[in-house]
């Protein structure tokens, strides 16, 4: 199993548009990947959904921090820095989270959960909502 984690946190790391067809080597057809955004179960959509990346973003970056492994299951911590297009494109965004992976017998993905908190992460980081969610935190804090 450390092979195949190996294998994931490499293309993670080293992900750009013309890689992202690697994608299918890793994960098994009818993978399951959640995010805060998206729910879907099968590799074509999970694609799609790091290939729209590309089209807001500059430069998404991944970088793993930390890999904890047992059995077919697996967790990661990680920063995703980038660039909105069309916000500040010239200030570097992270986001911070974790996934959890597990693997089938042939060390492809079937499950791919991510969590982090897109309102600490994301919203607040836009110009008009950002404002708001800075707000509320700070009155319900």
Known sequence: MSEALTRVVTF???LTEQTLPQLRDLYDANAYFKDPFNEVNDIA??????ALMFVSL???RFVVTT????????????????????????ITQTIRGA????????G????HRDYWDAAEELYEKLPLIGTLMRFV???VG
């Open 45 to 50: 959509a999970i694609e799609k959904i790091f």
């Open 58 to 60: 500059h430069e998404p």
């Open 12 to 14: 993670y790391e080293t």
């Open 67 to 90: 890999k904890i492994a047992q059995g077919s299951e697996a967790f990661l911590t990680w920063d995703f820095e980038f660039r909105i297009k069309k916000y500040k494109p010239n």
């Open 99 to 106: 996934s959890h992976l597990r693997f089938d017998e042939a």
């Open 108 to 111: 492809r993905v079937v499950f």
């Open 137 to 139: 935190k700070r009155r």
